[in-house]
């Protein structure tokens, strides 16, 4: 399997249809799950070896770009087997994880991307929005937490942010975790039933479960307006969790090898330093 | 071997003496690596049982401890290692890393403690601090950072912090990992020889090296003046990193048992919602 090329075809474009994509489906990936988690465990090398060489980066203060993964999706979707199978595999000091919730009193006082700039990643790092600015068009439109009118204005707002932030030297990966709710609700069933994971339950999944067509709507207006040459957006079927690691990591990859970090140049005499060394 | 017993050895009592400690010795433990390494296997899915309990009770709001594990060392003694390995094999949405550099401007114009507060692990999280406040009595002392009346007023103050963080539920384990003098210029010398690891190297290094009995006489006093009852120092022979990484997943389990967290109760009613799904 050619590594990465087969991502392009989860990438948003023009005339992408959200309700054209099947969740069930692994597009681009002809292998099955067996052949995946090998892929997965290969892959995982190579990212660590690129995340690594990026930090090195940092840590000699060359380092001018980063990554940062958004994922948006419905609950139960697999965004936290993301964060900690694909993002969990590489070295913790090097990543920058910000769980976005419902925003504070705070929060609300500043425009909706306020809280979201202080996350951004350093130069050197691996960021995840574990739901982002996004939300602020998405439950924001379905909920109208917000006036028409404002929550219009974000779309080109959330372009401009991220055209700065790309520019800046930032790699943006969006995905959206694509289920169906047939998957939903036997996930969220399997919540119910086990108490030991009674806690990921809030019967407030239910409530916006309810309002699925509004919520497909809502993200299809987001990739119309928000899928951009800087920054597109991609959809990942997500029914198969194997499936969804491997593509968010193949586009991971992709956006490291980009970057293309190379080991940083001593800035010191190394045979200097070898003789004072020796001699301590 | 019986769990977490044999770190007790490592604790620091009054009349320790850290001259009197072989950074090669694996006290409390009479197995070898072989048998390290597959222990180290086992207490990593107990551990990640422990933390996803203790995380679960975050997301349930009724979290009220947390875990604060304090790393100290000369360089290149295996921080890195314990937060990438030990650490790192846990999910990465419970971890707060906090790796401290020297102050920033804005930091150095207030206590030395205010910067520490602000990152201090949230209820239900395991935080990591990478470097800590423990440098402003050892590199503050060995290059008098600070007035003598000042490092002074620093080890009390430290001990009132660390009293109130422990009585508001967190267990802090502090660790200091212990190699020898010839183990780091061996270490030294390898981030020397292998470009690769060269962004590792910093001249600085042999400076902080040339003080090394400085340091250990920072590191005594630190001991002798902050290895409370609420939070003691464990000091952990650490030339041989699988003993380190070991001993200091034990300190953690310790801390988690003692915390014993619980499977949260679901805060809903469990069979409506699950008709309420059903339906939807």
Known sequence: MNAHNWTQTLRVDSGFRLADVDPNAKPGYSDGKSDGTRDLATGLEKLNELQERLFAQSRAEVAK???LL???????????????????????????????????????????????????????FIGVFDRSHYEDVLIGRVRELAPPAEIERRYEAINEFEARVVASGTRIVKVMLHISPDE???RLMERLERPDKHWKYNPGDVDERLLWPEYMQAYQTMFDRTSTAAAPWHVIPANAKWYARLAVQELLLAALEDINPQWPLANFDVEAEKKRLKHS
Do not use: C, N, Y
């Not at 958004?70 to 965004?79: E, H, I, T």
């Not at 993002?87 to 976005?100: K, M």
């Open 65 to 67: 770009d980063a990554v």
């Open 70 to 124: 958004v994922l948006q999706a419905m609950d139960s979707a697999g965004k936290g087997g993301i964060v900690r199978h694909v993002v969990g595999s590489v070295d913790p000091q090097g990543v920058e994880l910000a769980a976005f919730k419902a925003p504070t009193e705070e929060e609300r006082a500043h425009d909706f991307l306020w809280r979201i700039e202080k996350r951004l990643p350093a130069a050197g």
């Open 184 to 186: 939903q609700k036997s």
